[in-house]
């Protein structure tokens, strides 16, 4: 009999752990209003260009001069903070991410006299390549913040 109450107790467990994966209160269930934001090929294309972005990120490499590593530190920073207020939909943090970038980019720039021609040369393709990703993005998302884009 005892035997009998045990197994009716481990499957009723297991009944009941099962079931209970079915409930989601994570905050990722609201992907779908995201979602809503942007158009497909909107999408689309914030998916491409800001994967290559962070791909450029991950790869970026390390410097002999110090100043252009963290002004390279910076860059970096803003970048994944405009990619993320793209992705949340977020105008203020988007404009406040990208003038943020403007400003590092153009440290940079400056800061591109003081390293030897190698260094120079892959920093700077480094940055054109992001450059041109973030002009992408910029033309292919809707500026506008009291309206959706179209679908």
């Known amino acids: 009999m005892c035997k009998l109450n045990f197994g009716y107790i481990i499957l009723l467990m297991l009944a009941l ?23 497909y090929g909107d999408r689309k294309n914030l998916i491409v260009y800001s994967a290559e972005i962070t791909n450029l990120i991950a ?15 910076k860059l970096k920073y803003y970048l994944k ?11 203020n943090g988007r404009n406040n991410a990208h003038r943020n970038f403007e400003k590092s980019y153009k440290n940079l ?7 030897n021609k190698d260094d120079d040369q892959i920093l700077n393709r480094y940055l054109v390549r992001i450059k041109t990703n973030m002009t992408f993005l910029e033309s292919n998302i809707s500026k ?3 309206s959706k884009p179209s679908k």
């Open 59 to 73: 790869s970026f490499p390390k410097f002999r001069n110090e100043t252009v590593n963290a002004e390279v530190a």
């Open 81 to 91: 903070d405009y990619i993320g207020a793209m992705d949340a939909y977020n105008i």
């Open 144 to 146: 506008d913040s009291t």
């Open 17 to 39: 752990s099962c079931s209970a994966e079915k409930i989601n209160l994570s905050p990722i269930g609201a992907v779908s209003v995201q979602e809503e934001m942007y158009s």
């Open 109 to 115: 720039q400056i800061l591109r006299k003081y390293l």
